[in-house]
C-alpha cells in the first residue's frame, strides 16, 4: 500500500510540473513572446552559471581530496610499492593539472564568449604553431610517463640478486600452492604429466633440487627486508597472482613460467598497527575471472621479522619423503612412457 501511493505521489508531482510549463508557455504567448526562443539575457545567464558551477566543483574535489585522500591507496608494504606509488601520484599530478586547466580555460569562454546578438564568430580554421604545441607537448609528457613505468617494470621482471627466497605460486582452479625451494633454495622440475591425486604439481621426484621443497597452502610467510623471486606457474587456465599492498601483479600461464620480486617493508604486526586493525592480513588474490569460484581464490601472506620466519620455516617438511619417492618413481615411468 505505502509503494502504491509513493507511486501515485510521484505521477501527480510529475503531472503538476508539465502542467506549469504549460501554464507558463501560454503566460509568455500572452506578453508577445516567444518561450523557446533564447535571447541576450538567457545567453549571460548562462554563462555566470557556468563560471558558478565550475568554482563549485574545484571547491568539491578539493574538499574530497582533504576528507578522503588517504583512502584510495592502503599503505605500501614493499620497495616496489613505494615506487609504484610515486609513479601513480605523478600521473595522478599530470592529469589533474591539465584537467583544471583545460576546464577552466572551458567555463571561461563559455561565459565569455556567450551568445550575443552583436556579434559573430570569428572564423579561425587552422594554425601550425598551435597544432605543434599541443601535438608534441602531449607526446613528451607521454614519453616520460612511459618510460617510467617501463623502467619500473624491467626492474621488478630482472633477475633477482643472489640471495633472494625463491618461491613457486603454483594456481589452478580454484586455489594456490605455493613451493618452497628449501636450503638450496633452487626449486625442483616438475612436469605437467607426472601430476596425480598425491603430486598436485606434478614435481619431479628423481631432481635432487626438489627433495626439499615444501608445499604449502591457505598461508604463506615471508620475511620482512629479504627480496622475494616469485616464479609463477598454472596447471590450468590464466589466473593473476595480485597483491594489493605490495603493489604487485604478474599473470600465471599454462606452461610457462613468469617471475617478479619485491622485499617487504613491513610485517603483518606492523601493518595491523598501522591500521590499529588486530585481523589485518596481507592477501594473495587472483585478478583474473578464471571461473565461478573466482572469488574464493585467494591466500593469507604473513610477513615476518627473519627471525621468526627462520622458526615457521624450520616447522615445514619436505613434500618428498622416502614412500613419496619411491611412489613417484613409478608413477614418472607409467606417464612418460605414455
Not at 124 to 129: A, G, I, L, Q, V
Request: charged share 20%.
Amino acid at each position: 500500500m505505502v509503494k502504491f501511493l509513493i507511486y501515485v505521489v510521484v505521477v501527480l508531482a510529475v503531472y503538476a510540473i508539465a502542467q506549469l510549463v504549460r501554464v507558463f508557455e501560454i503566460a509568455s504567448a500572452l506578453k508577445g513572446s516567444k518561450p523557446h526562443e533564447i535571447n541576450d539575457t538567457d545567453n549571460k545567464n548562462q554563462g555566470r552559471m557556468m563560471l558558478l558551477f565550475w568554482l563549485a566543483f574545484v571547491v568539491f574535489c578539493i574538499w574530497e581530496v582533504m576528507e578522503h585522500g588517504h583512502k584510495i591507496l592502503p599503505k605500501a608494504a614493499s620497495d616496489v610499492g613505494a615506487d609504484i606509488d610515486w609513479l601513480m601520484w605523478l600521473n595522478m599530478s599530470i592529469i589533474s593539472v591539465v584537467f583544471l586547466i583545460t576546464n577552466t580555460l572551458l567555463f571561461y569562454f563559455a561565459y565569455k564568449y556567450q551568445g550575443s546578438k552583436s556579434r559573430t564568430a570569428t572564423f579561425y580554421p587552422h594554425n601550425n604553431k598551435l597544432e605543434l604545441i599541443w601535438t608534441v607537448v602531449p607526446a613528451v609528457v607521454l614519453f616520460v610517463i612511459i618510460f617510467l613505468g617501463i623502467k619500473k617494470w624491467n626492474n621488478i621482471t630482472d633477475v633477482p640478486s643472489n640471495d633472494a627466497i625463491v618461491i613457486e605460486l603454483y594456481a589452478k582452479q580454484f586455489d594456490w600452492t605455493a613451493r618452497y625451494a628449501g636450503k638450496d633454495n633452487v626449486l625442483g622440475k616438475s612436469n605437467y604429466k607426472l601430476i596425480s591425486g598425491s603430486n598436485s604439481l606434478g614435481m619431479d621426484s628423481t631432481d635432487k633440487a626438489g627433495w626439499d621443497d615444501m608445499l604449502v597452502r591457505n598461508e604463506f610467510h615471508i620475511p620482512k627486508g629479504k627480496q622475494i623471486s616469485f616464479r609463477m606457474n598454472s596447471r590450468d587456465i590464466i589466473h593473476s597472482a595480485y597483491f594489493p599492498h605490495f603493489r604487485q601483479q604478474m599473470n600465471a600461464v599454462p606452461g610457462m613460467t613468469t617471475e617478479m620480486h619485491f622485499v617487504p617493508t613491513m610485517t603483518t604486526k606492523e601493518m595491523r598497527a598501522e591500521t590499529k586493525n588486530d585481523k589485518f592480513d596481507y592477501v594473495l588474490l587472483c585478478n583474473k575471472i578464471c571461473g565461478a569460484s573466482h572469488y574464493n581464490m585467494q591466500m593469507i601472506v604473513v610477513v615476518d621479522e627473519e627471525k621468526e620466519y627462520a622458526e615457521w620455516l624450520s616447522k615445514q617438511k619436505p613434500f618428498f619423503t622416502k614412500t613419496v619417492l619411491t611412489s613417484n618413481e613409478e608413477n614418472k615411468k607409467i606417464a612418460l612412457n605414455n
